[in-house]
Nanobody, 120 residues
Framework: QVQLVESGGGLVQPGGSLRLSCAAS????????MKWYRHLPGKEREWVAT???????NYANSIKGRFTMSRDNAKRTVYLQMNGLKPEDTAVYYC??????????????WGQGTQVTVSS
């Protein structure tokens, strides 16, 4: 089992920045793909970014060039640096740990979410 706790959300003006953190406990953190998702008001949850155990990243087109995901395996933490925030980035942001074992067993863990509000 992996437990995930997000932090760093809050209220920010358009054009501002926030850094979200997701601290993991339990399990072997370094072998998981780590992901950020967000749930926008009135919409389906959407994927934001992924970082692999080796540090490769992939981003949704809607945030590419503005958000940067990183991980610190020693601290068992992933980060989402969000710059150039827009009102449409307002959402609850969730951290996810995911892997599929060599035997095909799926491991999928979620944090409780952190609210990000972009408004003047």
């Amino acid at each position: 089992q992996v437990q995930l706790v997000e932090s760093g959300g809050g209220l920010v003006q358009p054009g501002g920045s926030l850094r979200l953190s997701c601290a993991a406990s339990g399990g072997i953190f370094s072998i998981y793909d780590m992901k950020w998702y967000r749930h926008l008001p009135g919409k389906e949850r959407e994927w934001v970014a992924t970082i692999t155990p080796g540090g490769s990243t992939n981003y949704a087109n809607s945030i590419k060039g503005r958000f940067t995901m990183s991980r610190d395996n020693a601290k068992r933490t992933v980060y989402l640096q969000m710059n150039g925030l827009k009102p449409e980035d307002t959402a609850v942001y969730y951290c996810n740990a995911f892997r599929v074992s060599a035997l095909g067993q799926r491991y999928d863990f979620w944090g409780q979410g952190t609210q990000v509000t972009v408004s003047s």
